[in-house]
């Protein structure tokens, strides 16, 4: 994920801690559950999730398969490690195992607590590097959430890249104030439809947008990122880790 854009800010306040999933109603009325991983057992689902770009250097990180593991507590564990004076990242996604388009996609997460780091739940396109303008057909980086400390530990971030990553890149994103995510779980959505996405976090809307709406089949990834977007991490506290407690998509329920 680059970051060169410029955001809208659209404060909101969302109150209360919650200790359960918050999936929004007329989803549990309307949608039917797709695909789920609660990562259970002792090590990653290969049926359903690959590590994605093991080896790879990601600005300031290498991606590891060391950074992902499950805690056999049924929450699977991202971390940004340091050896050294190396930095390690996480990523898993679902590149080689699911591609669709359309329905809503949900994670529930407790967010890591250091500087430097930022941690997502985003949908990604094969094509999302093409800069001929056909949005519709090469899709959109969709980050359903993101989250650092660098502004404070009360804002998440939904974000939209597209028409590449150079100099004809386009994005747009907000900032959503949300007290208390820094404490416990928290459940972040992404309704995607022919015409909108509409955004989530613990069931409460905060998002609505129709620009750049991919048409094409997508996949989801769960990553940490060191970028320097998430602020100075020399001086942080490694490792840091996000928990993911499931990730679920559903369908729209036919006529």
Not at 200 to 218: C, H, I, L, M, N
Request: proline content about 4%; charged content about 25%.
């Amino acid at each position: 994920m680059i970051y060169k854009f410029t955001l809208i800010f659209v404060p909101l306040v969302l109150f209360g801690l919650p200790t359960k999933a918050q999936t929004p109603k007329h989803i549990k009325k309307d949608y039917a559950l797709f695909w789920k991983d609660q990562f259970k057992g002792k090590s990653l689902d290969a049926s359903k999730w690959d590590i994605r770009g093991e080896g790879t250097k990601r600005h300031h990180a290498t991606v590891s398969a060391d950074a992902v593991f499950l805690d056999g507590k049924g929450h699977l564990v991202l971390a940004t490690l340091k050896k050294g004076d190396q930095y390690f990242i996480g990523h898993v996604g679902t590149q080689k195992t699911l591609l669709t388009t359309y329905g809503y996609f949900e994670c529930r997460a407790k967010m890591n607590t250091q500087r430097g780091p930022h941690t997502a739940f985003w949908l990604q396109s094969p094509e999302v590097g093409k800069t001929d303008g056909d949005t519709a057909n090469n899709g959109t980086e969709i980050d359903i959430f993101e989250y650092h400390t660098n502004k404070g530990t009360d804002i998440v971030y939904h974000n939209l890249h597209w028409n590449g990553y150079g100099p004809e890149h386009k994005s747009e994103g907000i900032e959503v104030k949300q007290e208390g995510i820094e404490d416990g779980y928290h459940t972040f959505g992404l309704e995607w439809t022919p015409t909108a996405y509409i955004f989530y976090v613990d069931g409460k809307e905060t998002w609505r947008t129709e620009t750049a709406v991919s048409q094409r089949p997508q996949y989801m990834i769960l990553s940490t990122e060191l970028t320097g977007w998430g602020g100075d991490f020399s001086q942080s506290d490694f490792p840091d880790y996000i928990y993911f407690d499931y990730v679920k998509v559903y369908k729209k329920k036919p006529n």
